[in-house]
């Protein structure tokens, strides 16, 4: 039998480098489901013709930016976000026009086009935000539909 000829390598005290992290690229994501629901996502996916990677991709993507730690909380029609560990939501903040809204326009009504902003305009609703799903693991892990929140 030959010997194998061997060569030792140096070590390096450097640490490797960081992957270069490209914005095209794409993740491996596996979740766990229930049947039930792995059922349906499946149900889904064959009417529409795509695969269930298309279709959970695409739900993904379609939340992702509508993302918001905390809980809603509507008040005067208004979604507010409440700050909660564990919980968040699929929606919006609702928006009321502010003090610092008011000094913005005020200082930049000529640029923006707009008219000079009245201080009767502090606190009315410019956007009441939305709810589309609650999703709650402070307790027991909840679910809420818009409907049952």
């Known amino acids: 039998m030959a010997k194998r000829k061997t060569t030792a390598r140096k070590t390096s ?6 992957p270069e992290i490209l914005e095209d690229a794409s993740a491996d994501l596996r979740v766990r489901v ?3 629901i792995h059922r349906k996502v499946k149900n889904m996916a064959e009417q529409c013709g795509i ?5 959970v991709a695409g739900i993904i ?4 930016d509508r993302m918001q730690p905390g809980l809603p909380r509507i008040s005067g029609e208004v979604v507010n976000v409440e700050s909660r560990s564990k919980c968040l939501f699929i929606g919006k903040p609702g928006r009321r026009f502010t ?3 008011y000094e913005f326009r005020l200082e930049n009504h000529d640029q923006i086009g707009g008219k000079t902003p009245s201080r009767e305009e502090i606190g009315t609703i410019l956007d009441k935000g939305e709810v589309w799903f609650v999703l709650d693991y402070s307790g027991r892990p909840v ?3 818009a409907e049952e929140y």
């Open 13 to 18: 005290t450097k640490s490797p480098p960081e």
């Open 34 to 36: 229930d049947a039930d």
């Open 51 to 55: 695969s269930i990677n298309q279709l």
């Open 61 to 64: 993507e379609g939340v992702a």
């Open 99 to 101: 003090e610092t809204d």
């Open 143 to 145: 679910r809420y539909t």
